[in-house]
């Protein structure tokens, strides 16, 4: 379901001296994740210490249909869950 609708990598964060921008080291993740401001790096933390989520992903990009044309839109975080929370996944 979600290879169809939601494709990761898309969008790369640039550095800024406007706004906060970074890597955040995840253990969950296994990786670095980049982040555009504080309250995404706040975010991330977070997520870090949920038990509730098994993974994350920045950036994703996701298809949309706006006026009846189908549009891009690159949204700040896809959160999957464990499913033994019976809590679903999550765009952010």
Known sequence: MYDDAITFGQRQIKKSYCSV???FPSVK???SIE???SLE???FL???FDNTVETYREQPRIMIIKN???QKYDVD???KRYKKTNLKDALI
Request: glycine letters at 10%; hydrophobic letters at 25%; one cysteine or more.
């Open 21 to 23: 921008t970074g890597h």
């Open 41 to 43: 790096k706040t975010l």
């Open 77 to 79: 975080c896809f959160v």
């Open 68 to 70: 009846g044309k189908p």
């Open 35 to 37: 982040f555009d401001s």
């Open 46 to 48: 977070y997520l870090e």
């Open 29 to 31: 993740n296994n990786r």
